[in-house]
């Protein structure tokens, strides 16, 4: 069974810590999403990786940053947490460089006071 | 104006009614069509994927795509209390990396 696994699904920080959010897929997929979503915005994308090592800037990626060390480990970074930051993010990841069906992991709700 | 507009909902229907959640587009370019279920608190699970115009079925669920129109639905006949969750739709193209473009989901409630 595929599986994409976000390590923390609830977090609650305090404005100016910094925040890892770690996902793992065992897909072998090259590509690798994080996501925002809050309610009347839907899903916005924050950044993606195509391959180990390489970074592509989404929608709205001002105040995060992301590694991709390994194929299968995708990180998002909040330097300094701030309270427009709470939100649900979600990592998902696919397959190949055409378009095809993202699987996401189960999310991960932060908090930020 | 977003790519990508979904009716927005909340929608909620009697067990066993037909159910219509439509989204329209912008970019001529989609060319993938896609529709995910979300349940509360947990992540998109894919349910439809087509390509291109045309209908597709998978049991309760019939997803159509008129691109003359730009326009995309998703059916459910005889819904379940188990239908309830919020629907996304989503569209990709090969020219933008495959990245997805989302609607902003509806919301299904299915009363028993």
């Known amino acids: 069974d595929v599986k994409v696994t976000q390590s923390s699904r609830y977090l609650v920080k305090r404005t100016g810590e910094k925040v890892f959010l770690e996902c793992v897929q065992d897909m072998d997929h090259e590509n690798m999403f994080w996501y925002r979503q809050d309610p009347g915005l839907g899903l916005r994308l924050i950044y993606f990786?195509?391959?180990?090592?390489?970074?592509e800037k989404g929608d709205i990626p001002e105040g995060y940053s992301v590694s991709r060390e390994k194929k299968e480990r995708f990180s998002l970074i909040l330097e300094s947490a701030s309270t427009n930051q709470t939100s649900m993010y979600l990592c998902a990841s696919k397959t190949g460089t055409g378009a095809s069906m993202l699987f996401f992991g189960e999310g991960s709700r932060l908090t930020v006071l | 104006q977003k790519e990508v507009e979904q009716d927005p909902g909340p929608l909620s229907v009697p067990e066993g009614a037909i159910v219509s959640l439509n989204c329209t587009y912008s970019n001529s370019a989609f060319q993938y069509f896609m529709w995910y279920r979300q349940y509360s608190r947990k992540g998109p699970e894919l349910l439809m994927y087509t390509y291109s115009s045309g209908n597709k079925e998978d049991g309760r669920f019939t997803a159509q795509v008129d691109k003359s129109s730009k326009y995309i639905s998703l059916f459910i006949r005889d819904s379940q209390p188990s239908d309830s969750a919020t629907y996304l739709c989503a569209m990709s193209s090969t020219t933008n990396a495959g990245k997805s473009t989302f609607g902003d989901g509806t919301t299904l409630t299915v009363k028993p």
């Open positions: 990786s195509y391959d180990v090592k390489m970074k």
